[in-house]
Every structure is written in C-alpha cells, then in structure tokens.
C-alpha cells in the first residue's frame, strides 16, 4: 500500500543551525512533493514544491531536495531561527489521481 | 482577499446529531477538498471537489457528504455524529500547485 513516513519524533537543535526534516515514500510515483508549515491551531501554509525532474529547489533559507531512487525528499533550513518552530509537512501528489496525500509531520523546535 | 474561511471554529456535538461546516474561498479556484486531522495521522482527504457540480470521494469519506453549487462555497455535512468523527477539519482550495487552507474547525463529539 502507498505510504508516507516522516519522523514522528520531535526534531530539537539550537538556533543557527540547519534542520534537516525527512519525508520517505513507498509505492508511490509522484509527479511532484510539496512542503508545508503548520503552526498550533493554524491551517498548513505552503512552502515549497519540487516537480519528480528536479533535483533541488531554494527559497531563501529552505532547501528542498527530491530523490525519487530513494523516494525520498530532505527539507532543510539554514540558520534556524525560534521563529521557525513549527509542525512541517511534506505532500506528494499522485502522477495517476492528482490527489495529495501528506505525511503525518515532523515538529521542528529551535532553541535560542 | 479572505483567502479560505471556514464556520464554525470550534463546534460539540452529541451523537446522532447532524451539522454542516462551511467553507468559502474568495480566489476563484476550481479545485477544493475537505481534509480532516488526527494525532499522527496527519491530513486525510474525505471529499473533494473539482468545480461546481462536480464532487468525489476521497480517502475517508464514510459518514459525511459534500455539495457544490458555486465555485466559491464547498460545504461539508455530518449526517449522524459519531465519535470517531471528533478531529479537526481543514477546507482547502487549489491554485497554480499550491493548496491554501482555511483556519480549520475543531470538532468534539460526544
């Protein structure tokens, strides 16, 4: 069955780091990945997409990359910030049906 | 622009009740779903639409039923409240490869 992993411990480091968050898939064959934020009792805001032919993908200090041998897509932020704590959530959307399905998430803390 | 809005946000209902979310979207966007969150189960798609008139079903959608008139409002009816329906509900609309939620509500069911 199609599935979607991304770790679902809590991911601590200390501000100016990098995060870097996973999100692997099986059975799947997306036509591209998408990148969500999802603050406390907020709706997800979107981010990022990355398409199956790309490798990477850069807005600002996020960095996005998609490698669909390992099908898997790394999230990374660069000099992290308190302000960046929040829930992210990575969404493939199926080559067949269109539709997204999203990982479970992984919340980001970013200690000062 | 409102973006998505969504009614009401926060909402108990006792089992066997019935009651319809609202969702509105103001960008003229063909395509809206209705998600609904649990603890580690992240977004579960229940139905979706993909312009007036036109809806499907999604991954989970036992137990409740949507409707299309417009292209601007995709309202989501429970038609018998269980409690296995307590979660939180997102309405989203889709443009150029992006979805833009709506603030969710937060439904109990007792």
């Known amino acids: 069955s199609q599935k979607i992993e991304q770790n679902s411990e809590a991911l601590n480091i200390q501000e100016g780091k990098t995060a870097t968050l996973t999100c692997n898939y099986t059975n799947y064959s997306p036509a591209y990945l998408q990148w969500y934020r999802q603050d406390p009792g907020r709706g997800p805001v979107f981010l990022l997409l990355?398409?199956?032919?790309?490798k990477e993908k850069r807005k600002e200090r996020l960095k996005v990359t998609f490698d669909t041998t390992l099908k898997q897509s790394l999230f990374h932020i660069t000099a992290s910030q308190p302000a960046d704590s929040a829930t992210y959530l990575c969404a493939l959307a199926s080559s067949n049906t269109g539709k997204l399905i999203f990982g479970q998430g992984t919340t980001l803390q970013v200690k000062p | 622009n409102a973006g998505v809005t969504q009614t009401p946000k926060f909402q108990v209902l006792k089992t066997g009740q019935s009651m319809t979310l609202q969702c509105a979207q103001d960008?003229?966007?063909?395509?809206m779903s209705w998600y609904r969150q649990d603890p580690g189960m992240g977004l579960r798609l229940i139905h979706y639409s993909v312009g007036a008139g036109i809806t499907d079903q999604g991954e989970v959608p036992n137990g409740y039923n949507v409707s299309r008139s417009t292209t601007e409002d995709f309202p989501l009816r429970l038609l018998s409240a269980a409690p296995s329906q307590t979660s939180v509900y997102f309405c989203?609309?889709?443009?150029?490869?992006?979805?833009?939620f709506g603030p969710g509500t937060r439904l109990t069911v007792l």
């Open positions: 989203a609309s889709t443009g150029y490869n992006e979805q833009f």
């Open positions: 990355i398409r199956e032919n790309e």
């Open positions: 960008m003229n966007h063909e395509y």
